[in-house]
């Protein structure tokens, strides 16, 4: 069983930077692939970011692409998800993920039913 355990969500005002963190328990944390999906009230939960095992690649969402930056320490056993120029649509709950399988496509990745862990989530709130 793996854990994961978001933290760094807040309240901000739209343009400024956050960084959330996801630790997870897993010895074999480094043969993980990890990914970030929000879900704001409402609506479905949606693809943010991914990074594979290795983190020789990464896969964004078109909404976050150039803002966000995904990346993991595997020393630490932890994912990061930097968030910059922040908008009030990013408003959301952030769940950290995590799956043992190595995928080869970005579908795969953005798939939040690929993914057998996940976090509690973390509140990220951007007011206008």
């Known amino acids: 069983q793996v854990q994961l355990v978001e933290s760094g969500g807040g309240l901000v005002q739209a343009g400024d930077s956050l960084r959330l963190s996801c630790a997870a328990s897993?010895?074999?944390?480094?043969?993980?692939?990890m990914g970030w999906f929000r879900q704001a009230p409402g609506k479905e939960r949606e693809f943010v970011a991914a990074?594979?095992?290795?983190?020789?690649?990464?896969y964004y969402a078109d909404s976050v692409k150039g803002r966000f930056t995904i990346s993991r320490d595997n020393a630490k056993n932890t994912v990061y998800l930097q968030m910059t120029s922040l908008k009030p649509e990013d408003t959301a709950s952030y769940y950290c993920?995590?799956?043992?399988?190595?995928?080869?496509?970005?579908?795969?990745?953005?798939?939040?039913?690929?993914?057998?862990?996940w976090g509690q989530g973390t509140q990220v709130t951007v007011s206008s």
């Open positions: 897993a010895r074999t944390f480094s043969s993980f692939a």
């Open positions: 993920t995590a799956d043992g399988l190595k995928w080869g496509y970005f579908s795969d990745y953005a798939e939040p039913r690929k993914y057998a862990y």
């Open positions: 990074i594979t095992w290795n983190g020789d690649s990464t």
